[in-house]
């Protein structure tokens, strides 16, 4: 069974989160896209609280979270304050939320940028004080990538590349936490014939119909189930493969193929 990923994104809609050399909500969209689509390559189930620009409250992810009740959850953020480098925040008891920070920071340094560390912060009560770790049910972190109002921190991340390598670092430490191969941004995505594939009218962006939606490793249904996708999700078609009367679309991600009946175009 793959195993399943939550992908908080923060802010969004009328909250653009922190803004100033970059806006927030937009640079924690694109970090997360990344994200999902590196695990999606790799065979992992994910499903992000937004796809698109709109209102995003915290119970909203937090409830959309436990029903998806993935293996881990991170939630993706960029910083404000005057600081410098990634921070990430854990469950204050530890265990398998703070071993999914630590090789989240690791990946990090190793695109270069620095760290100020490891955190956990408290409440009143003793308790986490953040509630997308402390009511998420699965072992949950957040992370702040950079700081939006230092001209240096932000120009880590002031293009779409470098705000993929984020989101590919925060994937390479999700696959190393839940134990999954690395098989690089197009592992699964290896079908044995593109026979009949045409990229005329590509790229073009669907939105998921379905309640849920299998990604197949080849444009049919002989072809074996990489993940499965949700409803409401956006993603990038970049070919269209005729299989009999059913049109399948290649995803951008690497994941594979999805059947466009269950689509509409945005």
């Given amino acids: 069974m793959a195993k399943k ?16 050399y970059l806006k927030e909500a937009d640079v924690n969209l694109q970090m997360a ?35 998806f009740n993935p293996d881990v959850a991170v939630d993706i953020h960029n910083n404000a304050g005057g600081g410098d480098g990634f921070e990430v925040y854990h469950y204050h008891g530890g265990g398998t939320s703070k071993t999914l920070a630590q090789n989240i920071e690791t990946q ?4 270069g940028q620095n760290s100020r560390g490891l955190k956990t912060r408290l409440n009143s009560a003793g ?14 972190i957040i992370c702040e990538g950079v700081f939006v109002d230092n001209a240096a ?25 839940l134990g999954v191969a690395d098989g690089g941004s197009g592992a699964s995505n290896k ?8 990229t005329g009218g590509c790229p073009y962006v669907v939105r998921i119909k ?11 249904m002989n072809y074996p189930i990489n993940v499965k996708i949700h409803k409401g999700e956006a ?17 951008k991600s690497g994941a594979g193929y999805i059947g466009l009946g269950y689509t509409e175009r945005v």
């Fill in 127 to 140: 308790n986490d004080y953040y509630g997308f770790i402390r009511s998420i049910k699965a072992p949950s």
């Fill in 33 to 67: 896209l990344a994200c999902r689509d590196y695990l999606q390559a790799n065979g992992v189930e994910v499903k992000m609280s937004r796809t698109k620009d709109e209102n995003d409250p915290l119970t909203e992810e937090i409830a959309e979270c436990n029903a």
């Fill in 210 to 220: 379905a309640d849920e939606l299998n990604v197949r490793t080849g444009p049919g």
């Fill in 235 to 251: 993603y990038t078609i970049v070919a269209e493969s005729k299989n009999g009367s059913t049109t399948w679309g290649k995803l």
């Fill in 191 to 198: 079908p044995t014939s593109t026979q009949g594939e045409s």
């Fill in 108 to 111: 990090v340094k190793a695109i």
């Fill in 153 to 177: 921190d932000a120009a880590q991340a002031d293009t779409v590349a470098e705000q993929n390598k984020f989101g590919v670092a925060y994937a390479k430490g999700i696959l190393k936490t």
């Fill in 5 to 20: 990923v939550f992908l908080g994104v923060g802010h969004g809609g009328s909250d653009p989160g922190a803004v100033k």
